[in-house]
């Protein structure tokens, strides 16, 4: 079983409850040897006012700044308690927050990294890519989104896995990863793990016009198929038949309802790590789907180190 040695949680100014933090003391508190990093990273451009400001000030005010950010770290953590915890603090002086926090993945040992959620506004989510969307893309190491809940002993814990992917290689050991940190997730929460995956009705367009053709038939076999790769899969890592899952319809529907239906405490999914325009505009699936479930998400990339 694999054990989080080093945690990155990045943490919003002003934010009331920390959920980033508090996870990384969550799963600290089950190995001690676990470190935890806590960066903020920020940027104010009102130290850019050169024509009002002279260096010196602008220095004066960047440090004041950083100070001011730096106190409310440690006040946070004794709020929650974590005198006892291997913390570090570390504030980031950058304009650009996804380019801070990747050096700094790329800075140390960090294997894990958690964040709360960031708030989307509805133009953005739809023209443009949000915070939360580019660390899916382009963080090396696996990236918890948290929302404003609790962890409960013995929720249920949703791992989406795929039997779709025409890299059968790739395909096989994103499964096995999504798993791997769904059964440490689990030994923290001692929770129950379910798979999930979902057959997708797509009728190839080249089919369709051959005579004779039934897109239900096609449908079943895509059922079929998907079910026997699943019952395989969870056969082989024991786990429960019961909690296995196939449901026909898009991904993205198919995981929000049996979120909600489960009352998953957290869904793990992977990344295909889409760049370009169509990125931008529809975003990957994993991507979708953290702004429509109400619980945490663990996202791995097919990039990950």
Avoid at 6 to 17: D, K, S
Avoid at 164 to 175: G, K, P, S, W
Wanted: hydrophobic share 40%; glycine share 4%; net charge negative.
């Amino acid at each position: 079983m694999r054990k989080y040695k080093h945690i990155l949680a990045v943490v919003e100014p002003g934010n009331e409850h920390q959920s980033a933090l508090t996870r990384a003391l969550e799963i600290s508190g089950l190995a001690p040897d676990t470190r935890i990093t806590v960066m903020i990273a920020m940027y104010d451009f009102s130290t850019e006012l050169t024509s009002v400001l002279d260096v010196q000030t602008q220095l004066d005010l960047k440090n004041r700044l950083m100070a001011t950010h730096e106190q409310m770290i440690e006040e946070t953590m004794s709020r929650l308690n974590a005198k006892n915890a291997d913390l570090e603090c570390k504030v980031v002086w950058q304009r650009n927050v996804t380019r801070a926090i990747v050096d700094e993945i790329n800075s140390s040992d960090y294997d894990l990294l958690i964040k709360d959620v960031d708030d989307h506004e509805i133009t953005k989510e739809l023209l443009f890519t949000t915070l939360d969307w580019k660390l899916l893309r382009y963080s090396p190491i696996p990236v918890i989104i948290t929302k404003e809940h609790k962890w409960e002993s013995g929720a249920n814990i949703l791992v989406a896995v795929n039997f779709d992917d025409q890299d059968e290689h790739e395909q096989r050991l994103m499964n096995l990863r999504l798993l791997r940190h769904a059964q440490q997730l689990a030994t923290i929460i001692k929770g129950n793990i379910h798979l999930i995956n979902a057959a997708e009705p797509i009728s190839p367009s080249t089919l369709v016009e051959i005579p004779g053709f039934s897109p239900d038939l096609y449908t079943e076999a895509v059922y079929n198929h998907n079910h026997n790769k699943l019952t395989a899969f969870a056969g082989k890592h024991r786990i429960p038949q019961e909690y296995c899952h196939i449901c026909v319809g898009r991904a993205d529907d198919v995981i929000h309802h049996k979120v909600r239906e489960l009352n998953a405490t957290a869904l793990l999914i992977g990344s295909s790590a889409r760049k370009g325009l169509a990125g931008t505009v529809v975003g990957n699936v994993c991507e979708q789907i953290t702004d429509e479930v109400d619980c945490d998400i663990m996202v791995i990339s097919k990039n990950i180190r």
